[in-house]
């Protein structure tokens, strides 16, 4: 039996507001995965951060700077295993859009390396079907 999900155009899909230069369009929130587009605006880091599973992320446009120096630009990938801690920024004049698959909690680290706030796919499923209630967006997310 076939069973191919049907294709989301994430080209279509309006971005959901994270934080200041920051928005996401999700795509996938089952169990404790997700898999989600995040969009960065041009001079925009994001904060050192703890993950409490895998990282896999895929650029798709534009480029970002990784906490070791290393410029991810257009196509590369890149994988943090469970545990790693990082942070990263938006590198150059034209926004960055990853795909990234990930699992686990992550957690975001005051100057002290101490958790200031924790994400996970609930809370992202939870934040996501309300934005689009009260943008009046349809629910397209596989698993929201």
């Not at 994430?10 to 969009?39: A, C, F, H, I, Y």
């Not at 896999?56 to 801690?85: C, D, M, Q, W």
């Not at 590198?91 to 957690?107: F, K, L």
Request: hydrophobic share 30%; with cysteine; charged share 20%.
């Amino acid at each position: 039996m076939d069973q191919t999900s049907n294709p989301i155009q994430t080209n279509e899909l309006p971005w959901m507001p994270l934080n200041t230069g920051v928005s996401v369009r999700l795509l996938r929130l089952v169990g404790k995965d997700r898999t989600l587009q995040l969009k960065v605006e041009p001079g925009t880091t994001i904060e050192q951060h703890a993950h409490g599973g895998e990282v896999h992320a895929f650029n798709v446009t534009g480029s970002r700077k990784l906490s070791n120096g290393k410029i991810a630009g257009p196509g590369a990938y890149v994988y943090e295993p469970a545990g790693n801690i990082d942070s990263w920024a938006c590198y150059g004049d034209e926004p960055v859009i990853v795909q990234i698959t990930m699992s686990g909690s992550v957690a975001y680290l005051d100057e002290n390396g101490k958790p200031k706030s924790v994400t996970d796919t609930d809370t992202l499923r939870h934040r996501y079907r309300q934005w689009c209630e009260q943008e009046n967006h349809p629910i397209v997310a596989i698993g929201a």
